[in-house]
């Protein structure tokens, strides 16, 4: 009997030995090893998942001035409305709308026939009295004449000089030249047409000095002064700054509006402003030198306050902004930035407090103005 269960046992252990769960056993430490990697790669891709993408600036200094922001239509410094001296037809247009002209230049004639006679007949006059005179003064001198009729002799050879050169002056003026240089702004006059002195011909732009009216509100008045500088720009030409400055101050203040009429000089460079062009205005009140600047798409408001993302190994911080002064683009920092860190200018639309973040790109943004 007991032969007989020592046999069964032997068999017993030797079947579950051999079965698969025996086999699928494993040694406890490879077993250990295995499950710690699992672990650690499952963490750094979890790790990966949860890092945001963003792209960042590094925080730098620059200049940053106050001022203030008002609009005007450009006008022109320099023109001129071209008119007749004279009456007379249209025979010849030179100048068209567009066209640049010189001071001098002519730029219309007028028929000139008339004047031409008008012109030789005053010469025959002229050449009739100076005989007269020269004659008159040789009797003169032999004391065959009498000083009143000497005199009269002179008075009547300069009034002929004087009707010659109005009637060289009157021919000269058949031909219509522009006062100034620049260029033509409009043409009203027509060929064949008969024209009077009191009409107008055309009108002449020099757009190398433009400017722009402003008014003022009353209580910046002491704030302004000639000479101050500002800076315009134009929706229609972005990216450019154009250089001005106040050329002048009216000392009147409109009771009406409350404000006073202030001249804005600008430096047209290229030629790029027309007048009657809609600019923007900033006449700079006082400048900042060197001071941290933050761009402004790099700020989140909640609740009206101003909060950016620093990114800080690897975590995004959210830090609400001391803010000094600003302008389209830029924000003075008075404290918790510093210079050299980086933030958040995509991506941080939503995030919060401690995010993990991954930077993909870094943009390098100018401070100038």
Known sequence: MQKILLVLMVSLL????????????????????????????????????????????????????????????????????????IQGIVDSIYKEEGQYVH????????????????????????QNQLSNYKRFAAMHNKELLSDEEFDKASY???????????????????????????????????????????????????????????????KNLNQVKVGQQALVYSD???????????????????PASGTFKVTVGVKNRKKLLRPGMFVNIRIIIDTHKQVILVPKTA???????????????????KIRLTSGYEDSDKIEVLKDIREGDKIILVGQSGMKDRTPVKIVNERILSVKE
């Open 299 to 317: 700020v989140v408001y909640e609740n009206e306050a101003m909060q950016v993302y620093v990114v800080r190994q690897g975590i995004a911080h």
């Open 14 to 85: 030797f079947l579950w030995q051999c079965s698969p769960s025996a086999k699928g056993k494993k040694d406890p430490e490879n077993l250990n090893q295995k499950d710690s990697s699992i672990t650690a790669d499952s963490l750094k891709k979890k790790a990966d998942i949860e890092q945001v993408p963003v792209e960042v600036t590094t925080v730098t200094r620059g200049d940053i001035s106050k001022y203030l922001l008002l609009s005007s239509n450009l006008e022109t410094e320099i023109m001129a409305d071209v008119y007749a001296r």
């Open 103 to 126: 001071k001098n230049e002519i730029m219309l004639s007028l028929e000139a026939k008339e004047y031409q006679l008008a012109e030789q007949k005053a010469h025959l006059e002229y």
């Open 236 to 254: 229609h030409l972005k990216g450019i700054v154009f250089k001005g400055w106040i050329k002048r101050i009216s000392p009147v203040i409109d």
């Open 156 to 218: 009547a050879l300069k009034t002929a000089r004087i009707q010659w050169d109005e009637a060289k002056l009157n021919l000269d003026y058949t031909k219509i030249r522009s006062p100034i240089e620049g260029r033509v702004g409009e043409r009203r006059a027509k060929i064949g047409e008969r024209i009077q002195p009191t009409d107008k011909l055309f009108s002449v732009v020099n757009n190398s000095q433009v400017i722009a009216v402003i008014y003022v509100p009353e």
